[in-house]
């Protein structure tokens, strides 16, 4: 028998050819905007279940404060300070407590091995992740400011001021909160770090700047939220100064993109580790 070379046989199987294909396109790379809505819906959904004593204990731990107040400050000046400063705590409660714990938590468990084999910007994860815990404060500050303005007896006219706020001051306390998660070496270290600053928040926030030493002043400068409780304190004034307003609450978007920026650094470290 003989053998005849298959490229000889009329309709006989094609040599393969020794030369490689050339490399497949990569796809697009994900957009920030479709990532972000993703992980706030994903956010949101797990968190759904926490949300009702979430809301009662950051709602009530900040009407209790105003509570107890009553019976301290004297005058409206005082008054302005107590109800911005508890209403805007309850924004400090989710966003530097509660987050410092869930990134904090996050990183210790492998969590984050998760997002990123996910196509998903590290942005989007922590823009994601703090807007949606920053979305649970709204109910919790509307109930405290209006429980605090009949308790001391000031206006609801400029109560929508409070729509510019929490999303400004909850960026900036939301950027601290996840830095604080993933960049402490331990979860315990990143929970007390979040309780730390929301200390900070209560006793720099709600309590009267005038009663303060200047070395605390200075540190209430400091502190990120104390502009957003300033900004809402100067809406109870008879005649508003709005370029002041305006001022503060952009001293809080200018802290709320830095703060997420090493936010987000802090994870893409954390991330590939």
């Not at 009662?56 to 005082?78: K, L, N, P």
């Not at 969590?111 to 196509?119: C, E, F, N």
């Not at 720099?204 to 200047?214: H, I, K, Q, T, Y």
């Not at 409780?229 to 978007?253: I, K, N, S």
Request: charged share 10%; hydrophobic share 55%.
């Amino acid at each position: 028998m003989s053998v005849v070379p298959a490229e000889v046989l009329p309709g006989g199987a094609r040599t393969v050819s020794q030369t490689p294909p050339g490399a497949a396109e990569l796809g697009p790379p994900a957009r920030l905007w479709p990532s972000l809505v993703a992980v706030y819906r994903a956010q949101l959904s797990r968190a759904r279940v926490a949300r009702i004593p979430l809301l009662f204990v950051a709602t009530f731990q900040s009407v209790g404060i105003a509570v107890m107040m009553r019976g301290v400050v004297d005058g409206s000046g005082e008054a302005r300070s107590v109800v911005a400063g508890s209403s805007v705590l309850v924004v400090a409660y989710v966003a530097l407590n509660l987050l410092s714990q869930y990134f904090g938590q996050l990183r210790a468990s492998g969590g984050l091995d998760h997002y990123a084999t996910l196509p998903v910007p590290p942005t989007a994860v922590v823009l994601g992740a703090a807007a949606a815990y920053a979305s649970f404060t709204v109910p919790g500050t509307l109930v405290t400011a209006v429980f605090g303005c009949v308790l001391f007896g000031l206006p609801l006219s400029n109560l929508w001021v409070l729509l510019a706020v929490i999303p400004l001051a909850g960026a900036a306390l939301s950027g601290l909160g996840a830095a604080f998660g993933l960049l402490a070496p331990r979860p315990e270290l990143a929970t007390l770090l979040g309780q730390l600053g929301m200390s900070a928040a209560l006793l720099l926030g709600v309590l009267p700047a005038d009663r303060m030493p200047e070395i605390v002043r200075l540190a209430r400068d400091l502190l990120p939220s104390t502009y957003g409780v300033e900004a809402y304190a100067r809406t109870f004034q008879a005649h508003p100064d709005w370029a002041a307003v305006l001022a503060d609450l952009g001293v809080c978007a200018g802290v709320g993109v830095i703060s997420l920026a090493v936010a987000t650094r802090a994870y893409r470290r954390a991330a590939v580790r």
